[in-house]
């Protein structure tokens, strides 16, 4: 149901590349579609966004896209009223202006920080709780996530059943595909690749050369192309380029707004994917994946890859789990994939199963929008 209308202002600056404005411009969009309120989004790079929008002006401060008002946060920062509820998103600064107008509203706003997604335990205890204030205004933590306790992770309404229909569409996939001009041989395995740059990225191409099933590898634009162009041995790879080698074929997909990107997600047997967004729209695809972590300083970033490889792997078969967990830490540790891989395949059925499962799971909980909204509904 729609809650009362109420104005929302959601802060993002963007650190890399695409992941925060990622999960922003999703979060806004769904709060505007599904809960009835305004919401201005308020960002620093709006070149960043424009690959993710492309209808948005990036000449423009002020523009309306899909329901959403989305503002150009300048340096120079000029004076806004502050909204009811005020999302900074991955502990952005706030603009100090800002804050004072957050301060002087006769009703004091609800302030949260949208923290990154964790699977650690810490995260149950810390979820909801007030952190600092700025004069009277008291912020409070918010932290996605896969468990009980937590804030839970974005999913429209519906998403499960699109991807449920589109699925079991052959025709539907067809179509999709080649209107990206992708058009895979009979029985060849897709796998899309969306990375940081990887050094253990050759010996998995290489194992995919002489796979017994031949695989359609789409790699959207992006960082990790550097590795595939030295892997091959060419120079300057752009959406379209396609190079075969025995089992593997190699295709540079463009770089496609979200509801695209979901479903070549959907398209695939096995997704390769990054950081955040990327990540949870890969485990609402159902199908076996792989993840590239953003590495953060001293290696805390591992860390939570094991956090996450503790819930997903635990009702596996042992050789499963330790099939996936291998290939996953070969993955992000940069080292070679080639005897990951094939064990990894040996229990193919079990890990198709196993996505599935882990998806309706997942699923059984409020999404991150919904807690949100409920999040201030408790407040006020």
């Not at 695409?18 to 305004?38: S, Y």
């Not at 709006?46 to 523009?63: G, N, V």
């Not at 329901?67 to 502050?82: K, L, S, Y």
């Not at 792997?313 to 050789?319: A, C, D, I, N």
Request: net charge negative; with cysteine.
């Amino acid at each position: 149901m729609p809650m009362m209308k109420t104005r929302w202002d959601i802060f993002c600056t963007v650190v890399d590349n695409f992941g925060d404005i990622g999960v922003t411009w999703r979060l806004a969009r769904q709060l505007v579609a599904e809960h009835g309120v305004t919401v201005r989004l308020w960002v620093d790079d709006l070149r960043a966004f424009e690959r993710m929008c492309p209808e948005i002006d990036i000449h423009t401060s002020q523009q309306w896209q899909q329901g959403v008002e989305v503002r150009h946060w300048a340096t120079d920062w000029q004076p806004a009223e502050a909204a009811e509820v005020v999302i900074a998103a991955f502990a952005c600064q706030l603009p100090g202006a800002y804050m004072d107008a957050m301060a002087e509203r006769e009703k004091t706003p609800l302030w949260m920080n949208l923290d990154y997604l964790s699977a650690e335990d810490w995260v149950i205890g810390c979820h909801g709780l007030p952190s600092v204030k700025y004069k009277h205004v008291q912020k409070f933590f918010f932290f996605p996530g896969f468990q009980k306790g937590t804030g839970g992770l974005l999913r429209e309404r519906g998403l499960l059943e699109r991807r449920r229909t589109f699925q079991q569409s052959p025709e539907m996939q067809r179509e999709f595909l080649l209107g990206l001009g992708v058009n895979p041989a009979q029985g060849a395995q897709l796998i899309s690749l969306f990375a940081y740059e990887n050094a253990g990225l050759a010996s998995w191409l290489d194992a995919l050369v002489g796979d017994s099933t031949p695989t359609h590898l789409l790699v959207p634009e992006g960082r990790i192309l550097g590795d595939v162009e030295q892997w091959l041995g060419v120079r300057g790879l752009a959406a379209g380029a396609l190079h075969v080698r025995d089992a593997l074929t190699v295709q540079v997909l463009p770089f496609v707004r979200q509801d695209q990107y979901d479903q070549l997600l959907w398209s695939c047997d096995f997704n390769a994917v990054r950081g955040e967004d990327s990540f949870v729209r890969a485990q609402w695809a159902a199908r076996p994946l792989l993840w590239h972590i953003y590495q953060q300083e001293e290696d805390v970033h591992l860390d939570k890859l094991e956090a996450f490889l503790g819930l997903y792997v635990s009702s596996l078969s042992e050789p499963a789990r330790d099939a996936i967990s291998g290939l996953w830490r070969a993955w992000n540790a940069g080292d070679n994939m080639t005897d990951h891989w094939q064990s990894t395949r040996k229990h193919w059925p079990e890990l198709q199963k196993h996505a599935e499962t882990w998806c309706l799971e997942q699923a059984s909980q409020a999404d991150l929008a919904a807690a949100l909204v409920q999040f201030y509904v408790n407040w006020i």
